[in-house]
């Protein structure tokens, strides 16, 4: 009698990748149909990247943002690009605040301004900078913190005017990151000591991926309270300020992206 357990047939394609899938939203293991992709896997890209461009040219709902917060505690400013065109083909006035913003600017011996500027997904700032803002104030116990800046057409380096403005030490952009095709409401922060026009972008510290399938709210707080502390006790950010969080002050562990520099 033959004994020999029967080979198992090879797993089909889907089945095989389906496991991996679980691990990352990259597309990986497209599978085909004859010589061309399936028609739902090029729906989905087609989809992805239609969320991707609306994430680029949606606007910051301002009302919405504020009746998260209580009365007088958001300053709305812009930069110096008049629209959205603009903004993407001229960088360097993303950079600047318009002539008019600074007299919305209350000046005062702040700690810390927070800014939430659109950057390239006002989606992503849209849905977690308010929230960040909250969990910041609560993990800053003793800090003068500014009235949180919401900032249109904003490019990273517009939260350094601002802090020059209002006179804070330190200025955290809470700002949207360049849309993929897998995340497209993907918020980065930027924190930076002793901004000034013109900083060089080694002088911050950056974290990035925070979205619902990246660094959540919470974790993403946790580290950036510790990196503030740091830069406080050190007077410095960037470079020579390296992500050392004990695990005990993390709380809310998890995996991030933290990095030096910005764009």
Known sequence: ??????????????????????????RIGIGRSG?????????????????????????????AMRAQLPAGEAVVVTSR????????RRPDLGRRLDEGSNTHLRRGAWDVVFVAGDGLSAVAVQNGAVPLFHAMRDRLAGWA??????????????????AVATGARMVVM??????????????????TYAPYVGCPDSARNCLSNIHPHGLSIPQAADRLAWLMHEARRLSLTGVGLKDAAPQAHLH????????????
Not at 81 to 87: E, G, L, Q, S
């Open 1 to 26: 009698m033959d004994t020999k357990k029967p080979t198992p047939s090879p797993m089909p394609p889907d089945d095989a990748w389906s496991e991996l899938r679980h691990l990352t939203r990259a």
């Open 35 to 63: 010589t061309a992709q399936r028609t739902r896997d090029v729906l989905a890209f087609q989809g992805a990247h239609a969320l991707a461009r609306d994430a680029v040219h949606t606007a910051l709902d301002i009302a």
């Open 81 to 88: 690009a008049p629209d959205r065109p603009t903004y993407l």
């Open 145 to 162: 913190v500014a009235p949180l800046v919401i900032a249109t057409q904003a490019r990273v380096a517009l939260g350094d005017e601002i």
């Open 174 to 191: 809470m700002i949207g990151e360049r849309p993929g095709l897998s995340v497209a409401d993907s918020m980065g922060v930027y924190l």
């Open 252 to 263: 809310h562990s998890g995996t991030s992206s933290i990095e030096k520099g910005s764009r």
